[in-house]
Each structure stands twice: as structure tokens, then as C-alpha cells.
């Protein structure tokens, strides 16, 4: 069974006003729901478990924007806020198949388990380097701007050989780059700064490379299946963009989560539930990554009793999924870090195109949160979560600032 996708067309609020309900929504209405992105973009959203994970393995559902019948016909604009996102250029994020598999595996030759463990000791370092210059006391302290923010900048600046004095202008354009709110006259511009940025780090890369990813993907490069530059900044900029934002929503959600659980935030801080539980649950219930753009159908498939058309495009909404109660229970919409369902969440995606920087995330969030709870075991919020204000970004849970009180009784 079809239905008219007009009438029943959910819109995504452009200003991310009460994800919660908003999330609701979406899970109420079915596996497979019409919904409207910001600009006007129609698009369907998976948004139940088992449905999310046959998507996502099936290979009727592609990353190719040609396959998109919209933007075939012109109905996408060029300054469309997110075409970003839509159409980033060519990595493995926006291929599939053969291409897919060539570029994640050399990728995957560059971020081994081996590289990441060795950032261990550098998150360490900045953890406690940022943790030093937060003020103790009873003042405010945007612990998002001051912490959550500049750790994940920092890491992946180093993972990547970015120089650092780029990222002051990097938060800039990435705010540009997710938001929906960019103004049209600027979202061409954005993109070409970016990209113009990715290109000279690649350049210099190639003259003096370093101990990072970026020259071991250039290294990568000269073998048979060769990446091209193109290819490379595409998956710089791919990099960039995933490796700092989902972290940071990570490392601020958990604080939320803990605050308005004070019984589990005893429990972990009293060693009776691990560190990893408060990052799998917060992954779960909240997970950084809201809707990931986007997919599309090149046949008819059936979903549940709907059917998502060829030509049409697919989002995945994460954050719907998370709190599938198909998938986690009947408490699926409760924070709880001592939960029994035995089903993992997908959060950082599931089949071929699986986040590969999963475990760097999970590695930053390991560290960063028992230091920071060591240093200020009764951090609290310096507002009640309602007065907490999301920015317009519909991809990410994303918070304009974290207040809080750093206080250690």
C-alpha cells in the first residue's frame, strides 16, 4: 500500500525547536515516513530498527545523487542549505559498490585500530590541558565552547595534519555547513572555502607529509587503485566534518543524560556501572547524528505496508531509531545506562557504509568523560534541560552552549 505523500508529509522543523516530540512523531507514524526537509526538499525518513538495518544493506538503496529523480529534473537549488550534505563530492561517503569498497579500504588502511589506540595518549594530553583551565566554582562555565568543542577540534586537527590555526575559521564554516539557516548567497561560498582549505592541506602534504592520515591516504594514492586529489579532499573534508560533530554531541548529551540522572551519574562516579555504558546508552537515547543525508532508491521497495518509490531520496533518522521500542523495549524512550535489551543501537550507522571513525569517538568520549567527572564529580547544569537551545541543524543534536557549574562536592 502507497499513500499520497503530500497530505501526509511530515516537515522537519528547520529550528529544531523539541527534537523529543518531533522524534515521537516520527516513530508513531511507521517504519517509512514522508517528511519535508528544510527548504522544502520532500524525502522519506527510515525510522524503526530492523527496517533501518535492511535499508541500509540493501543495494537497491544507493549513495549516487544521480540516481535522485529531483535533482535529475532541477528541483534541487544549488544554494539549497543542506546540498552539502546531499552532494559533497566524491569519497566513499557518496559511492557504493567496487568504488566504495576501494576508497573505505584505503581509508581503512590509514585509520588502523593501531593509529587510533595511539591518539590515546594525545586525548589524554588535551583532556587534562583543557580540564586545567576550566574554572572551579560556582560561576557559569559554557562547558560545550570551553571542553566538548575544542577537544574533538584538536584531535581530529592532529589526526588529520591539520594546522591548528585553521580551526577558528573551520568552526565558522562548519556551522555554515550544517545549518539551516545559511543565507543562499553564502552557501556556494562556503563550500568553495572548504574545499579550497582541504586542497592546500592536501598540497602541503604531498611536499612535506607527516605522521597523520592525510599524507598515509596520499601515501595510499600511489598504489594501483590510486585515489585521485579530488577523492582526497572529499574525504579530508569527509573526515573533518564527521570526526569533530559527532563527538562533541556525544561528549555534551552524556552531560545532559548524567544530570538529569543524578542516581546513574552515583553509579558510575561510585564504579558500580562503566564508563562505556554512559557512552553506549547516551549513543543510543540521544545520539549525535539526528537524520543522516541521504540515500536513494533506484527501484520500487517495499517498507513495512509503504513503499519507497525509485528515484526517491532516503534519510536515516537515527534518533528515531535509537528509541525503537521494537528494537529496545518498552522503556526505549528512557535514558538508562543499566539497561537489558540485548539489541545494539546503530548509531554510527550499519553495512558498507558503517562510520569508520566509530572507535575514535567512542576512544575520545572514554577519556574525556571519567577525567572529567574525576576533576568535577558534581558538575551540573546551570539551567533546567528545557531552557537548553538546539541549533538549527536538523542533521545533528546539536546545543548552542552547555551551562554549568563546576563545583567537586
Not at 559498490?97 to 593509529?115: C, I, S
Not at 528509541?323 to 539497561?339: K, S
Not at 571513525?357 to 568523560?369: F, K, P, T
Amino acid at each position: 500500500m502507497t499513500i499520497d505523500q503530500e497530505q501526509a508529509r511530515i516537515p522537519l522543523d528547520p529550528f529544531v525547536t523539541d527534537l523529543d516530540a518531533e522524534t515521537e512523531r516520527l516513530i508513531a507514524a511507521g517504519p517509512l515516513v514522508p517528511v519535508e526537509l528544510p527548504g522544502g526538499v520532500p524525502v522519506w525518513a527510515v525510522t524503526h530498527h530492523a527496517e533501518a538495518r535492511q535499508l541500509l544493506t540493501d543495494p537497491r538503496v544507493v549513495k549516487d545523487i544521480n540516481a535522485w529523480g529531483a535533482w535529475q529534473r532541477g528541483e534541487i537549488p544549488a544554494d539549497w542549505p543542506l546540498i552539502g550534505l546531499a552532494n559533497p563530492g566524491r569519497s566513499m561517503l557518496t559511492v557504493d559498490g567496487a568504488d566504495h569498497r576501494r576508497l573505505r579500504t584505503l581509508v581503512a588502511q590509514a585509520l588502523t585500530p593501531r593509529r587510533v589506540e595511539r591518539m590515546r595518549e594525545r586525548i589524554t594530553e588535551l583532556t587534562h590541558g583543557l580540564l586545567d583551565r576550566l574554572p572551579e566554582g560556582t560561576d557559569v562555565v559554557d562547558l560545550k565552547a570551553a571542553f566538548a568543542y575544542p577537544l574533538p577540534m584538536y584531535v581530529i586537527a592532529d589526526l588529520m595534519g591539520i594546522d591548528e590555526a585553521l580551526l577558528p575559521r573551520l568552526k565558522v564554516l562548519f556551522e555554515k555547513f550544517f545549518s539551516t539557516q545559511t543565507p543562499p548567497q553564502e552557501v556556494l561560498a562556503t563550500l568553495t572555502e572548504l574545499a579550497e582549505m582541504m586542497t592546500r592541506t592536501v598540497a602541503e602534504k604531498r611536499v612535506t607529509p607527516g605522521d597523520d592520515l592525510t599524507s598515509a591516504l596520499i601515501a595510499a594514492s600511489d598504489g594501483e587503485d590510486r585515489l585521485t586529489d579530488a577523492e582526497i579532499v572529499s574525504t579530508l573534508q569527509l573526515m573533518v566534518a564527521a570526526g569533530h560533530e559527532t563527538t562533541i554531541s556525544l561528549i555534551v548529551n552524556a552531560v545532559v543524560n548524567l544530570a538529569a540522572h543524578p542516581e546513574q551519574r552515583a553509579q558510575v562516579l561510585a564504579g558500580e556501572a562503566d564508563w562505556s555504558a554512559v557512552v553506549e546508552e547516551t549513543l543510543r537515547f540521544s545520539t549525535p547524528t539526528s537524520h543522516v543525508l541521504i540515500r536513494f532508491a533506484t527501484q520500487d521497495i517495499p517498507v513495512g505496508d509503504r513503499v519507497l518509490p525509485a528515484g526517491d531520496a532516503l534519510i536515516v533518522s537515527y534518533s528515531a531509531i535509537g528509541r525503537d521500542e521494537g528494537a529496545h523495549g518498552p522503556t526505549a524512550g528512557e535514558f538508562d545506562i543499566n539497561r537489558s535489551s540485548k539489541t545494539r543501537h546503530i548509531s554510527f550507522g550499519h553495512g558498507p557504509h558503517v562510520c569508520p571513525g566509530a572507535a575514535l569517538s567512542r576512544l575520545e568520549a572514554g577519556v574525556a568523560l571519567p577525567a572529567l567527572y574525576e576533576r568535577f564529580p558534581s558538575l551540573d547544569l546551570a539551567v533546567a534541560p528545557s531552557e537548553l537551545r538546539h541549533k538549527p541543524v536538523v542533521t545533528q543534536k546539536d546545543l548552542y552552549e552547555l551551562p554549568v557549574r563546576l563545583t567537586k562536592d
